[in-house]
């Protein structure tokens, strides 16, 4: 842990009374960025990701690394001085990331309006599952129903199979980067707008990756075409896909453009594709491309991975093998680039988690300390940053406030 390193974030206060993945993963970028990050939580019972696995010995593992660069405290938001208390901290802070249902915030008497009566400069990341408006804005959203709403799930798997849905909370950490990413926006808009920079930031969560999804959009307004379930990128552009090679290895091939076609068919020693009409371009390729996919396999299986590989980067094709968790521990590139760090944790030693990005050259972000345990800043907060006495946090702690 660097505690020398700032980030380009310092000196912004953030109150994150988020849970799960979405919201709070924004609000740890922010925090490896140098923001300071007060995670709020319940008494006695905390985050829900905190009993989320995989485990050791009870311990969470995805905490850790999910959670990290944040102070924890708890407040009960149902309870009047809670509320106080709460005000209190939005009075000294810059921005609060938030994701419960739909008026939840209002029903407990903290929503943007009533906050903003204590911080006119205050900026509120709002994070659903559809969004603050619409006919679906009072619905409860999670990940995965999102991530089938967005469009994505429909066109992932065979057309022989039912869709399926990825493997991790995809939606979740993408939603997480808008998050960090029209914060920083808004924080860098109110510099400018010293009265009128407080706002409101609201975000559903299929349309982080709905965003993505222009392509879609194009060919269903312009061609009517619905696009189906493909494995790949079946397509967009020919060769592309799965391959696998001589060692028994998968590998990842693409050539997005004419002339890394044209290098790949140099590697290959099979120059005679470039003259040939059906693959000549990559729009006569899309028209062939079970065929031209399958002299790719052919040529790819007489080698090693390895042998593979320094085959392509020499001839400048991208290529990468399907790295396992295991492949990406030993590969050289990851530890060149540290993004896999180790730290301490109180209770399980050493632990390895995911290194911070990106990498700024003058205010490097950096681990200033480990996911909290739950109410572990409790003292620090009430007491040093609201000034409440030590008798005063005691007798929060007797009424369940904290």
């Known amino acids: 842990m660097n505690s020398l390193n700032k980030g380009p974030l310092d000196g912004v206060r953030i109150l994150d009374i988020s849970t799960m993945i979405a919201a709070p993963y924004g609000a740890t970028l922010l925090g490896d960025l140098g923001a300071e990050v007060i995670k709020i939580e319940m008494p006695g019972r905390g985050d829900s990701l905190r009993e989320m696995g995989p485990f050791k010995d009870n311990e969470p593992l995805r905490w850790p690394g999910l959670a990290r660069n944040k102070k924890s405290i708890t407040l009960d938001f149902h309870k009047e001085e809670g509320q106080k208390i709460f005000r209190q901290l939005v009075e000294k802070s810059d921005v609060v990331i938030e994701n419960f249902r739909s008026g939840t915030l209002e029903k407990w008497n903290i929503g943007y309006e009533a906050l903003k009566e204590v911080n006119n400069e205050l900026i509120m990341m709002r994070v659903t599952g559809y969004g603050q408006t619409g006919p679906n804005a009072h619905k409860a959203g999670f990940g995965t129903p999102a991530t089938a709403y967005s469009g994505f799930t429909y066109l992932h798997g065979f057309k022989d199979r039912p869709p399926i849905s990825p493997s991790f909370s995809l939606v979740d950490y993408i939603t997480g980067v808008y998050v960090a990413f029209s914060i920083s926006a808004s924080l860098y808009y109110r510099e400018k707008d010293k009265e009128n920079g407080g706002q409101v930031i609201d975000m559903g969560l299929y349309e982080s990756v ?74 006569a390729r899309l028209q062939h491309f079970d065929h031209i996919n399958s002299i790719v396999q052919n040529w790819i299986e007489h080698y090693t991975r390895k042998e593979l590989q320094i085959i392509l980067d020499d001839h400048g094709v991208p290529i990468s093998s399907i790295n396992s968790i295991k492949d990406i521990f030993e590969d050289e590139h990851y530890k060149a680039r540290e993004n896999i760090i180790e730290v301490d944790h109180p209770r399980l030693g050493k632990i390895k988690m995911p290194g911070i990005v990106p990498k700024f050259s003058n205010t490097p972000g950096s681990i200033q300390r480990i996911a909290p345990d739950l109410g572990e800043h409790n003292d620090d907060v009430l007491g040093e940053l609201l000034g409440y006495s030590s008798e005063d946090i005691e007798g929060f702690k007797e009424e369940k406030i904290i």
């Open 210 to 283: 709905f965003r993505m999804m222009e392509f879609l959009v194009a060919d269903f307004d312009q061609n009517g075409i619905i696009k189906e379930r493909t494995p790949g990128l079946s397509g967009h552009s020919a060769p592309a896909g799965t391959f696998k090679t001589k060692d028994g290895h998968w590998v990842v091939l693409v050539t997005s453009s004419d002339s890394t076609f044209n290098r790949l068919a140099k590697a290959m020693k099979q120059e005679n594709l470039l003259e040939d009409k059906r693959f000549y371009t990559n729009s």
